[in-house]
């Protein structure tokens, strides 16, 4: 009876020993802002506020296998800090399972479309240190998204090439067929950068009431009325090409451009956007800037705009920084382009940016990653 219970009290001090192993993580990322739409309209506003910027919390975990494969899967949710104006976020965030060798890895599950990915593949001078000022940037990848249903494949890297294909599963419903394909490509090397990515949304429905090739706000697809019929061949599409030198340590300049067109029927429209950045790191201190131009859809005049981003961060340990972000954007008379972030914009109701706003955004925040 001795025997068994020391081989019982044995195995459980073993078995953890051999299981795959799990890391907990997240970041608390929160900021006293300031915001202000201008455009003489009923959604004028000017208040300053405390606010989450997309606090948090993951787990993750690799296992290995024969063959010298191995599995990685992660689980990371939206957590707010000291607001109850947006939504909880459990499985909200990136999430997915994989395997990875020597022949690159494939992973399904929830994550950012290759569009998201290459600024941090291709153009990571093209960055941002809170939600504040996160529109700026992002207005220069309208169609990037975090997709469902979704597979990808990134190869391993040979002789400084890189290259991710991935499907997406879309949605088949009695009044949408919608399913995607994506692919990126870069050369990497000390110095610099250079990749494309290229996104493909398309919706085979004939019929209903709504439909939308691609789940994001920024695809331009909106009901089609009650009843309506819509043609089959409805598509969203967009390309992006983008650079990034490093011609000292820890200095990185960026470009990119990105042209996006759209299907609904019998219209299409196209629309051009392009910008540029820089991120520069000494010491504890940070300094990135943005500029973005949202060129006008060739179907509504004036429907552009520009914007300008900067931040700063001060490291005040090796997990925790205090963040200072500035933004600001200028529409056309027609656009309601650049809201600066879901921060920006959320409150009890949700506000929306008018045609020809001028909106600013202002925070200082603390965040500490774990």
Do not use: C, H
């Not at 490093?246 to 990105?258: D, F, S, Y």
């Not at 949202?294 to 490291?315: C, F, I, L, Q, R």
């Not at 879901?342 to 706003?357: D, E, L």
């Amino acid at each position: 009876m001795k025997k068994i219970i020391a081989l019982a009290i044995a195995s459980a001090f073993v078995a953890p020993a051999v299981m795959a192993e799990v890391t907990i993580y997240g970041s608390i990322r929160t900021a006293v802002e300031y915001s202000k739409i201008s455009s003489a309209g009923a959604n004028d506003l000017s208040r300053v506020r405390f606010v989450d910027e997309s606090s948090r919390i993951g787990f993750k975990g690799t296992d290995k296998l024969d063959s010298g494969l191995e599995t990685f899967w992660q689980i990371e949710n939206k957590i707010r800090i000291g607001t109850g104006d947006q939504a909880t976020g459990w499985l909200e965030r990136n999430n997915w399972v994989g395997v990875r060798g020597a022949f690159g890895e494939v992973k399904g599950g929830k994550f950012d479309d290759v569009l998201d990915q290459s600024n941090g593949d291709f153009f990571p001078g093209i960055t941002n240190y809170g939600d504040t000022s996160d529109g700026v940037g992002s207005m220069i990848r309208p169609a990037k998204q975090r997709i469902n249903n979704i597979v990808e494949y990134t190869s391993p890297n040979i002789a400084g090439f890189n290259g991710k294909v991935a499907y997406d599963f879309g949605t088949k419903t009695t009044t949408a067929n919608y399913y995607g394909v994506q692919a990126s490509a870069w050369y990497q090397s000390d110095l610099f950068r250079l990749g494309a990515a290229y996104k493909r949304n398309t919706d085979n429905a004939t019929s209903g009431t709504y439909t939308k090739v691609d789940s994001a706000s920024a695809s331009g697809f909106t009901t089609s009325g009650a009843g309506a019929n819509i043609a089959d061949g409805n598509y969203y599409k967009s390309l992006q090409i983008g650079a990034n030198v490093t011609p000292i340590a820890n200095l990185n300049i960026a470009a990119v451009w990105n042209t996006t067109k759209s299907k609904l029927g019998a219209t299409a429209t196209r629309q051009n956007v392009w910008g540029f950045g820089a991120e520069y790191v000494v010491g504890k201190n940070g300094f990135n800037g943005t500029f973005s131009k949202v060129g006008a859809k060739d179907t509504t005049a004036n429907s552009g705009a520009w914007g300008v981003e900067a931040g700063y961060k001060y490291m005040l340990s090796k997990q925790t920084q205090v963040n200072v972000n500035l933004a600001y954007v200028k529409n056309q008379s027609a656009g309601s382009n650049g809201n600066p972030s879901t921060a920006f914009t959320a409150s009890p109701a949700a506000v929306t940016v008018p045609a020809g706003a001028k909106t600013v955004a202002a925070a200082v925040g603390l965040r500490t990653d774990f």
